[in-house]
């Protein structure tokens, strides 16, 4: 079955799709983007996160390629091309084709729209046996809330973590603080059962899949507390997890090869994973 991708108000064979090479998202990673969620053909969260993409695009002065209701009508148009069940769509948008030059164009340019999906397994509510993490030094920017493709610190500390076996970068500020990894949220449960992650502001993503668990803790009345975390303090934890429109709630077993708790996969980590699926599952089918 030929893979469909959406570019700029067509939809074309994926193999094929390409963007301009003075595009300024490929010259100067000039762009944002959103990675959305699918289970069983439904969309996961879909306003809040583009509500996230009109906030990226407004703090960096990027127009709306097409309408609101346009791009919904694009996603579903997609996942129906593509048959998608499981997996996410990724949409993108850049400032557009300009000649080059860092400060913005000064004629008028028309952003950039390019969105492609991604078929997988559908996510198990059971985690399996967790993954490790790795830390390593947050040398990003200090707009991290924003969702920009701009994510070579997101990339070598991802790298470096693979390289050593850990599939996800827990990234150290430099008061010895967990931001948030690569590309999902870091939370840990203390010893007495609170469920800590970082506060939002201009050092984090503020995550959708964060937003929606912080709901389900409230209803599951878990305590629950917004402040940073140290990376001695994590390892000292109950348990840990990551969270993030792909990887829903899993579970953090290692950190730096050290054991969390038993190192084993801890009981509130499963639990919320299964609320997740549940939300996940909850929602209005598309394909
Ligand atoms: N932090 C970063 C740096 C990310 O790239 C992501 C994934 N987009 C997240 C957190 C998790 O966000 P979400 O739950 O919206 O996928």
Known sequence: MARYAYVNGRYVDHREASVHIEDRGYQLADGVYEVV?????????????????????????????????????????LMRRNR????????????????????????????????????????????GPGIAVKSQPDIRWERCDIKTV???????????????????????DADGCVTEGASTNAWIVTQDGELVTRQTDNGILAG???????????????????RPFSLAEAKKAKEAFITSATSFVMPVVKIDGEAVGDGKVGL???????EYVRFAAAGEAVT
């Open 37 to 77: 969620g699918v289970r069983d053909g439904r969309l996961i969260d879909e306003g809040p996160h583009i509500d996230r993409l009109d906030r990226s695009l407004r703090e960096l002065r990027i127009g709306w390629p097409v309408t609101r209701a346009a791009l919904a009508f694009i996603m579903r148009e």
């Open 84 to 127: 998608l069940r499981d997996g996410l769509i990724y949409m993108q948008v850049t400032r557009g084709v300009a000649r080059r030059d860092h400060a913005f164009p000064t004629v008028p340019v028309k952003p950039a729209l390019v969105l492609t999906t991604k078929n997988s397994k559908r996510a198990d509510a059971d985690p």
């Open 150 to 172: 701009a994510l070579l610190p997101n990339v070598l500390a991802k790298q470096a973590a693979r390289e050593s076996g850990a599939y996800e970068a827990w990234l150290i």
């Open 208 to 226: 959708i899949t964060r937003h929606t668990l912080k709901s389900l803790c409230n209803a599951l009345q878990l305590k629950f507390v917004e």
């Open 268 to 274: 509130t980590a499963r639990r919320l994973r299964e």
